[in-house]
């Protein structure tokens, strides 16, 4: 089983800073089937990034991902309102799909 | 519109049985596999169980192998958990969701919570 390490575990920031997160595997994830998700209290997971650095359809462009093999990033060039949320990584190359243990963007 | 649309969750006393149903629509059903992932309250995503679009291959989590059984109809778009054997720490939401061949898990039910308790 692949185990996916995420830092830090909660990021404080305000709005219109940089959030960078990162991911870490015990293993390498062939063709970086790396994915990036985000949820809010209540919801669902959404789908932000797929492949380690593809957006998913309505993602905007200050969100990005980037990695390969072991480590990944994800990156919020400015934070909006609407990014203070937890956000897990997963990988999806081998079962058991594995998830991150999430890391919380919150509003300092 | 996709929609994935979660039911069949509640109150269980430990050792009992649910039947989770998951009906899909707004998307070809039959060429997605589809998982079950659950989480506690509080904590993070954990994968349960996957079935491949043609209904073959169940895959579990070893913490509900044998307990759980998961299941789909095609024919009806409808993905099911079946739910035996219920301890405390069986207490989630329970998502279904789909997932395209070498793509990622892209589409999510808004979830139905299982609570095991005496």
């Known amino acids: 089983e692949i185990v996916l390490t995420q830092s830090p575990a909660t990021l404080s920031l305000s709005p219109g800073e940089r959030a960078t997160l990162s991911c870490r595997a015990s293993?390498?994830?062939?063709?970086?089937?790396l994915a990036w998700y985000q949820q809010k209290p209540g919801q669902a997971p959404r789908l932000l990034i797929y492949g380690a650095s593809n957006r998913a359809t309505g993602i905007p462009d200050r969100v990005s991902g980037s990695g390969s093999g072991t480590d990944f990033t994800l990156t919020i060039a400015s934070l909006g309102p609407e990014d203070f949320a937890v956000y897990y990584c997963?990988?999806?190359?081998?079962?058991?799909?594995?998830f991150g243990g999430g890391t919380k963007v919150q509003i300092k | 519109e996709v929609q994935l649309v979660e039911s069949g969750g509640g109150l269980v006393q430990p050792g009992g049985s649910l039947r989770l149903s998951c009906a899909a629509s707004g998307f070809t059903f039959s060429v997605h596999w589809m998982h079950w992932v659950r989480q506690a309250p509080g904590e993070g995503l954990v994968w349960v169980a996957r079935?491949?679009?043609?209904?073959?291959?169940?895959t579990y989590a070893d913490s509900v192998r044998g307990r759980f059984t998961i299941s789909r109809d095609n024919a009806k778009d409808t993905l099911d958990l079946q739910m035996n054997s219920l301890r405390a720490e069986d207490t989630a939401v329970y998502y279904c969701?789909?997932?395209?061949?070498?793509?990622?898990?892209?589409?999510w039910g808004q979830g139905t919570l299982v609570t095991v308790s005496s």
């Open positions: 079935l491949n679009p043609d209904g073959s291959g169940p």
């Open positions: 997963q990988q999806y190359a081998y079962l058991p799909l594995t």
């Open positions: 969701a789909s997932q395209r061949l070498d793509s990622p898990v892209d589409y």
């Open positions: 293993q390498t994830i062939v063709r970086s089937f």
